[in-house]
């Protein structure tokens, strides 16, 4: 069963098409990577299936659900960290994410989960604004984590963490399908980040979807094209030059 299925999903501005007709297939119970160079569509993606931005062509279903006929019911189910996360800075961070908890209806227990997870329990009583990216950066994980959605939608949320926080992230992410057993949209720019615990990923070049699959599969494509297989950031990067080649450079 695909958690998240996508059919020719498309999203363009005037001239420009930052999405062109993806069709994705992300399985229940899987870490799926989402990669492509910045400016390659991701966060418009993550944000269609959030309700942020209407589609302007195709459809997608999310936990079985249709949208847009159900997207207050997709919107309950699903987690989500999209950019920045934003804060009230005069409040600590337990405080935020009380309001996330109370808008929910989730029991009082579930702040302190959150935190827990994130490893932000020493930090609960600090106001938001004294946090440094990092602390922002799992607090916005917190955010998405708090009552344990079924659905995980996370755009970088590595970035602006220092190498022992991204392990520690990195380690968290790919924990929660069989801890909770939620489904995981994870996006990113660097492979070497994704194939440490993705079970599947899509790779996107400005709007398109060049490949769809397994790491095995990435490198067997790979291999089939003549692009180098030994490091996987090589081979991501090889695709992404390709295709850019074959668009000549433009958009």
Same mark, same amino acid.
């Given at each position: 069963?695909y958690?998240?299925?996508?059919?020719?999903?498309t999203?363009?501005?005037?001239?420009?098409?930052?999405?062109?007709?993806?069709?994705?297939?992300?399985?229940?119970?899987?870490?799926?990577?989402?990669?492509?160079?910045?400016?390659?569509?991701?966060?418009?993606?993550?944000k269609m299936?959030?309700?942020?931005?209407?589609?302007?062509?195709?459809?997608?279903?999310?936990?079985?659900k249709?949208?847009?006929?159900?997207?207050?019911?997709?919107?309950?189910?699903?987690?989500?960290?999209?950019?920045? !996360?934003?804060f009230?800075?005069?409040?600590?961070?337990?405080?935020?994410?009380?309001?996330?908890?109370?808008?929910?209806?989730?029991?009082?227990?579930?702040?302190?989960?959150?935190?827990?997870?994130?490893?932000l329990?020493?930090?609960?009583?600090?106001?938001?604004?004294?946090?440094?990216?990092?602390?922002?950066?799992?607090?916005?994980?917190?955010?998405a984590?708090?009552?344990? !959605?079924?659905?995980?939608?996370?755009?970088?949320?590595?970035?602006?963490?220092?190498?022992v926080?991204?392990?520690?992230i990195?380690?968290?992410?790919?924990?929660?399908?069989?801890?909770?057993?939620?489904?995981?949209?994870?996006?990113?720019?660097?492979?070497?980040?994704?194939e440490?615990?993705?079970?599947?990923?899509g790779?996107?070049?400005?709007?398109?979807?060049?490949?769809?699959?397994?790491?095995?599969?990435?490198?067997?494509?790979?291999?089939?094209q003549?692009? !180098?297989?030994?490091?996987?950031?090589?081979?991501?990067?090889?695709?992404?030059?390709?295709?850019?080649?074959?668009?000549?450079?433009?958009?």
């Open positions: 069963m958690m998240i299925e996508t059919k020719n999903l999203k363009s501005y005037a001239d420009f098409t930052a999405v062109a007709g993806i069709s994705l297939h992300i399985p229940k119970g899987a870490v799926y990577g989402f990669l492509g160079p910045n400016g390659a569509g991701k966060s418009t993606t993550m299936f959030l309700g942020l931005t209407a589609p302007t062509g195709g459809s997608f279903r999310i936990g079985g249709q949208f847009p006929r159900d997207r207050m019911r997709i919107l309950k189910e699903t987690g989500s960290f999209i950019e920045a !996360p934003a009230y800075g005069n409040l600590t961070g337990e405080e935020n994410l009380d309001i996330v908890r109370r808008i929910l209806g989730l029991p009082k227990s579930a702040v302190s989960e959150a935190l827990e997870l994130v490893g329990s020493a930090h609960r009583h600090r106001p938001a604004r004294t946090y440094s990216l990092g602390m922002k950066q799992r607090l916005g994980l917190a955010s984590l708090i009552g344990r !959605p079924p659905i995980l939608i996370l755009d970088e949320p590595t970035n602006g963490l220092d190498p926080g991204i392990h520690e990195r380690t968290l992410i790919r924990s929660l399908p069989e801890r909770f057993g939620c489904t995981v949209l994870v996006s990113s720019h660097l492979l070497s980040e994704i440490l615990m993705a079970d599947r990923i790779i996107l070049n400005h709007g398109h979807l060049l490949f769809e699959g397994t790491l095995d599969e990435l490198k067997f494509n790979a291999a089939s003549g692009f !180098p297989t030994d490091n996987l950031e090589e081979t991501f990067l090889a695709l992404i030059e390709s295709d850019n080649l074959q668009r000549g450079g433009a958009r």
